[in-house]
């Protein structure tokens, strides 16, 4: 039957029947049903938590209760410094609340080149970019580098930013097992040897919490001639002596062609940049879409940014009570006997692995109850179907509310049966 023969309608037939009318969210069901299920149970919807009052970086009012703060990126507490509140306050007087332009158009303000000064200090790098998100920084950087018949190899646990990075470029996409050297190495040997290859990995993986081995993974990349991209959102501010991320821990931050960050973690704000030697880099001002088609970040963020990423060059002290407040955590969870994503504690985040979602729920609302908030991951976004309670310390959680936060776990592990 031609197109023309299925709409034709013989008027005599009557009015033309309405066409059935689309239901575009009809995808959604099974996944609303299952949500609906789970508030049904009367248990709160660890999605949509609204945060009263926030005193400091670890505390909070929710629904009238002081909660201690264990599920925030705020890994080196800058959101209440004063020197940063003080930048953007002077900011915000002095250039208004808003840019309402692009960073190629007018919205680069003197503040905007500041803060790409200061990462360049703090990464030593040559050169930096200033998006406004880490989502956007690795979604327009991607994008613009990788093309058509080039090559993006990525982990396969790596970031939702990335995989949309990929997603909207032109590249081939080949994905290695997650942190697997020899996977990388195997896919890296089967590539066309003439074709341009971006490897893109992640410092810390954010739902486990556990690190790449970036020393071995940037040394294959290399011997098989692709570039590198680290995403260091997070793992800026904690590893390695000044901070810049695993890269500089494991020694090979020279070696390494682009780092993707964020403000929206250690920085304590929000936005995204890429700091890199080549100096092309300046030239993708030009042609990378999620940095050219959108409005550029407001002069208070980029000052409070710009006055935070000063500060963290200087914070060894915060650093390593970072380090001791994770390592304390996951030693007392794990004696109190929950299950862990790694078997020492590898970053700032400690993941707690739950059986089911139900269970998951229940956990996480005792510890609401209790005082205490983390946040629950689900798949999609976690790997390999696993349902987890994501605690990520902060350098301002006192040793005395670590161990206020253990007691909140026994107490809770306990009234849900998770542990004995
Ligand atoms: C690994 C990673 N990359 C990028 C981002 C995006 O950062 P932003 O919040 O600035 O968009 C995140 C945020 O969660 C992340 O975890």
New binding site residues.
């Given amino acids: 039957m031609t197109e023309a023969a299925a709409t034709a309608h013989d008027p005599a037939e009557g009015p033309r029947p309405a066409p059935p009318k689309s239901d575009l969210f009809a995808k959604f069901a099974p996944l609303m049903a299952e949500r609906q299920a789970l508030l049904d149970t009367g248990l709160r919807d660890p999605f949509a938590i609204v945060m009263d009052e926030v005193h400091s970086p670890t505390l909070a009012t929710i629904r009238g209760k002081q909660t201690i703060l264990l599920g925030t990126?705020n890994y080196m507490g800058m959101t209440f410094d004063p020197d940063v509140i003080d930048a953007g306050k002077d900011a915000l007087d002095a250039f208004g609340a808003g840019t309402t332009g692009s960073r190629v158009l007018n919205g680069t303000y003197q503040g905007h080149k500041a803060c790409e000064e200061a990462l360049k200090e703090f990464y030593a790098m040559d050169h930096a970019m200033v998006?406004s998100?880490?989502?956007?920084?690795?979604l327009g950087i991607i994008s613009t580098l990788a093309g058509k018949g080039d090559y993006i190899i990525l982990d396969a646990d790596?970031?939702?930013?990335?995989y949309d990075g990929c997603a909207l470029g032109n590249a081939e996409v080949v994905r290695f097992r997650h942190n697997r050297v020899d996977d990388l190495d195997k896919r890296l040997a089967r590539l066309p040897p003439e074709a341009g290859k971006l490897v893109v990995l992640?410092g810390?993986?954010?739902m486990l919490g556990d690190i790449a081995p970036l020393d071995e993974m940037v040394a294959v990349a290399k011997r098989h001639g692709a570039m590198t991209l680290v995403?260091?959102?997070?793992a800026m501010g904690f590893f390695g002596e000044h901070g810049r991320g695993v890269a500089e821990a494991q020694g090979v931050i020279d070696d390494v062609d682009f780092i993707?960050?964020?403000?929206?973690?250690s920085v304590g704000t929000?936005?995204?940049f890429c700091v890199s030697n080549h100096e092309e880099l300046e030239f993708l001002r030009l042609v990378c879409r999620p940095y050219v088609f959108t409005a550029s970040l407001p002069p208070s963020v980029v000052a409070t940014a710009a006055t935070s990423i000063r500060k963290l060059m200087h914070s060894g002290n915060k650093r390593a009570h970072l380090w001791e407040n994770s390592k304390r955590l996951h030693q007392g969870l794990r004696d109190l006997g929950f299950t862990l994503a790694t078997g020492t504690a590898e970053s700032a985040i400690i993941a707690v692995l739950l059986p089911d979602q139900e269970r998951a729920v229940m956990m996480w609302q005792a510890l609401l109850d209790e005082g205490l908030y983390v946040n629950m991951a689900r798949p999609p976004a976690t790997p390999a179907g696993t349902y987890l309670l994501r605690c990520s310390l902060c350098a301002d959680h006192s040793a005395e509310q670590v161990e206020r936060i253990l007691a909140m776990f026994a107490a809770a592990g306990r009234a849900t049966s998770c542990i004995e």
Avoid at 133 to 138: D, E, I, K, S, V
Avoid at 158 to 162: D, E, G, P, R, V
């Fill in positions: 990126y998006f998100t880490g989502y956007l920084a690795n790596s970031h939702a930013s990335i992640e810390v993986y954010s995403d260091e959102a997070h993707i960050g964020t403000f929206s973690k929000v936005g995204g």
